[in-house]
């Protein structure tokens, strides 16, 4: 929102919801960025614990430059939840690298990486599921599937889609539950309109989807079958 116009607001006292990107003045509504990130390193710091004996060479985060601060929050709560769960992790390479946010850039980054990187044991943690799912296409057309797990952001269909392949190493996408905020952010603004004291913010529920509760949390996915052109 343009910034002028949030101040006449402001001077006419009418209350302002900022969804998913915060602007002064505003009750914020939305995404818990650096929480989601939190839970998936978690996810990703457990993986390695269960499957790699404590131990992984490096850790890759996939982000979007271009998005700013606010969703670098994300790939920030996935470091540290990594070494939350791992705290030897603090030894492993790191690497940011900007995906762009897209399947097709992840696609082509990620090709490049590999190509040079002889880690066996990778951990990758993606700002969204375009660029996660473009991630995993990259190690299954080097056969080296094994040597990564990898976690999204959104829960997106493709994403869940994925989920439930056996064998993925999709190990879990955050959720964000975007078909939940009409509901919540109508609960809001009544608050906000008959005088209730409302924090400055109010973030959805996230949840981790895993291939151990896709199908318990989106029971009805299969009705609408979908898989984008860009990632076929």
């Known amino acids: 929102m343009d910034t002028t116009l949030a101040v006449k607001f402001q001077n006419a006292g009418?209350?302002?919801?900022?969804?998913?990107?915060?602007?002064?003045?505003?009750?914020y509504f939305g995404a818990d960025n650096y929480a989601a990130g939190l839970m998936a390193g978690r996810c990703l710091g457990h993986c390695v614990k269960?499957?790699?004996?404590?131990?992984?060479?490096?850790?890759?985060?996939l982000e979007i430059s271009q998005a700013g601060s606010l969703i670098r929050m994300r790939s920030d709560g996935m470091l540290a939840g990594i070494r939350e769960v791992v705290p030897a992790s603090n030894k492993w390479s790191v690497l940011r690298v900007?995906?762009?946010g897209e399947f097709k850039a992840a696609l082509d980054c990620v090709r490049k990486h590999l190509r040079t990187c002889n880690a066996k044991r990778i951990l990758v943690g993606a700002a969204n599921d375009p660029i996660a799912l473009g991630a995993l296409r990259a190690f299954q057309e080097a056969g080296r599937?094994?040597?990564?797990?990898?976690?999204?952001q959104n829960a997106e269909p493709e994403a869940r889609a994925e989920l439930r392949q056996p064998g993925t190493?999709?190990?879990?996408s955050v959720a964000y539950f975007p078909e939940r905020y009409g509901d919540m952010?109508?609960?809001?603004?009544t608050d906000i309109l008959v005088g209730k004291n409302v924090p400055p913010a109010e973030f959805t529920a996230h949840q981790l989807i895993t291939p151990q509760n896709v199908d318990r949390l989106y029971p009805n996915d299969s009705l609408f079958a979908r898989v984008a052109p860009e990632y076929s």
Do not use: F, M, N, Y
């Open 185 to 189: 952010i109508v609960r809001l603004a």
């Open 98 to 100: 900007d995906a762009k």
């Open 145 to 152: 599937s094994s040597q990564c797990a990898v976690v999204g």
């Open 169 to 172: 190493r999709l190990i879990g």
């Open 50 to 61: 269960k499957e790699w004996q404590d131990t992984a060479d490096a850790i890759l985060l």
């Open 14 to 27: 009418i209350p302002l919801i900022a969804i998913d990107i915060p602007h002064p003045g505003a009750v």
